[in-house]
């Protein structure tokens, strides 16, 4: 079955987005909202992204008009009875979706495909709703739809596997790669991803670092495209607070209970870019992200003489940075200097050198988490001089750094690990491929390398002596390595696995990374 004709019910972001990338792949597009205002902001939202390619220079205004002659706006769900695929992307409630579902049953015609963009639900709760459950499937685009590359094509058990070819080729029309996977909470990229930004809400809201040092781990440590408050902020608040629910309920535990302030923020009616707030405020040009945290004026002169406490042999490295920036490093902490640097690792852990070198409130913790990022860590007793000291020997250093918390994982590991874990359970389960992990990661959200890739670079073992520090640290199973990936580290195993029907059987399937290719390396 050719798909050529389409409709989208349901106008909002995605829905408009959808619409788009539909009719960008020359089919025709009937958009569907009940209320005409909500259908003429959807159509709004759709010639803005068009506008915007326009004045880029990445259509002409003859494409323009092609595209936008593709879609016809239409009032009532009547208006589909010739769409070959209808795809709804109306809110996040299954009541609604369903009784869409039924209402479409009696307009479309009976060999019609009924896609869902749902983000979580399930699709087979969904599907059960219709006269024609085979015909049911999910088909989740990632925001913006326009530009990210991944459709999670979800089967059930109900679905026939005509449907499931048919809308996989469709979406390889639309230029989406897609990935099939079967009727779990989140699927792959939003059962991985949404822990993680939920967990970076926690971080901000227990005051375990600020809003911009939380993005800026993310984007300078791990190199995603952003940081996890930003992200949240273009997913909309609520629609990650329902796809936390969702996966609490399948799943359980603290890494998908939601944060109080993901909720705070969203009663309050800040639900991100498209309230115009959320996280951050947006006036127009404000993104997030990604801010220079010490580029202040009214910094002091970098130190003079740094005294360098080496904690589990970290310092060597950072030695050769300080002299090299032309500062005096002793190690002898009886000698006079102007601060005391502990280098520590990313299990953290300050005071303990510190005070043993009798210099407690002269000492900061440091840890490079990559050579361009630093990670600054006061213990309880560090003075406001020493750290404004040691912020001056960052930027000395040509850095930039972060603040955390002095807990287990840090800042960046504590973002970065356990979403490598979950990653690793998920392959574990036998529910997704490492390679559909990060297929999903990197197409779906923009990462630069999968989430397996990502461990592999780090090591599986620094992966899972973080982990166990934090498990031990919080005493929270949600942090203790899976055993897959205790596998690995005790195997020496590499977790990037061969796509084949051997490695979908045996997820701990072995190959040396250079077998692997990710769509973006760093
Ligand atoms: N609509 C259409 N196009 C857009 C867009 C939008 N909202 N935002 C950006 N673009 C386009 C730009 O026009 C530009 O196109 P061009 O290269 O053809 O000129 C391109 O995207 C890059 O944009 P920018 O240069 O302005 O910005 P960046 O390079 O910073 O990229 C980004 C922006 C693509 C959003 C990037 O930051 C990114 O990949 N972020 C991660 C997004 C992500 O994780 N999405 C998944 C969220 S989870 C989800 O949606 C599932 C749901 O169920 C919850």
């Known amino acids: 079955m050719e798909i050529r004709d389409v409709g989208v019910v349901g106008l909002g972001t995605m829905g408009a987005g959808i619409a788009e ?13 009940a209320d005409s205002g909500a259908l003429s902001r959807g159509m709004a939202i759709l010639d803005g992204s068009l506008g915007r390619a326009v ?6 205004e003859d494409e323009y008009a092609q595209i936008v002659g593709r879609v016809r706006p239409g009032a009532a769900l009547g208006s589909l009875a010739g769409a070959d695929l209808v795809i709804e992307v109306v809110p996040e409630r299954l009541a609604v979706k369903r009784q869409i579902l039924a209402e ?28 024609r459950p085979g015909r049911v499937i999910g088909m989740h685009f990632f925001n ?13 058990v109900l679905t026939e596997p005509s449907a499931g070819q048919a809308v996989t080729e469709l979406a390889r029309r639309l230029g989406k790669t897609p990935v099939q996977v079967t009727d779990r909470a989140g699927f792959v990229a939003n059962a991985l991803l949404l822990p993680y930004l939920n967990h970076a809400a926690r971080l901000l809201e227990t005051g375990y670092a600020t809003r911009d040092d939380i993005d800026l781990a993310v984007t300078a440590g791990i190199g995603l495209p952003m940081g996890p408050l930003a992200l949240l902020d273009l997913i909309g608040l609520d629609t990650s607070l329902s796809v936390l629910e969702v996966l609490d309920r399948e799943f359980g535990g603290t890494r998908y209970t939601p944060a109080p302030l993901l909720r705070r923020l969203t009663d309050a009616g ?130 930039r750094a972060v603040r955390s918390a002095d807990r287990p994982g840090l800042l960046v590991g504590a973002l970065l690990y356990p979403q490598l874990r979950d990653a690793v359970a998920m392959v574990g389960d036998g529910y997704a491929t490492s390679a559909d992990v990060d297929t999903a990661m990197t197409l779906g959200c923009g990462y630069p390398r999968g989430p397996i890739r ?13 982990l166990r520090a934090m498990h031990a640290g919080y005493g929270d199973p949600a942090f203790a390595p899976s055993p897959l990936m205790t596998q690995y580290a005790q195997g020496g195993l590499s977790p990037v696995a061969r796509e084949s029907p051997a490695a979908r059987e045996s997820p701990a399937g072995h190959e040396s990374p250079a077998g692997h290719e990710t769509p973006a390396g760093r």
Do not use: W
């Open 104 to 131: 479409l049953d009696q307009v479309c015609r009976p060999d019609a495909i009924i896609a869902t963009n749902t983000s979580s639900l399930s699709v087979t709760a969904i599907a059960a709703a219709s006269a």
């Open 144 to 156: 913006p739809a326009p530009v990210m590359r991944l459709v999670e094509v979800v089967t059930t």
């Open 270 to 399: 800040r639900v991100g870019r498209k309230s115009g707030a959320g996280f951050y405020e947006y006036s127009g040009a404000a993104t997030g992200g990604d801010s220079a945290v010490f580029d202040n004026e009214d910094q002091p002169p970098p130190p003079g003489t740094v005294t360098l406490i080496d904690h589990q042999d970290r310092s060597a490295e950072l030695a050769s940075l300080i002299a090299a920036a032309g500062i005096n490093v002793t190690r002898n902490p009886a000698h006079p200097s102007d601060l005391v640097i502990v280098a520590i690792g990313p299990e953290g852990g300050v005071i303990g050198p510190a005070t043993a070198a009798g210099r407690a409130a002269e000492s900061v913790g440091l840890h490079l988490a990559t050579l361009s990022l630093a990670e600054l860590v006061a213990s309880p007793v560090t003075s406001a001089r020493a750290l404004a000291a040691a912020r001056a020997l960052i930027a000395r250093l040509g850095l």
């Open 55 to 60: 004045s880029r220079g990445k259509l002409t």
């Open 454 to 466: 990502l461990l592999a670079d780090a090591g599986v073992g620094t992966a899972v002596e973080v």
């Open 21 to 33: 990338v539909f009719a960008r792949a020359g089919l025709t597009v009937t958009a569907v909202e």
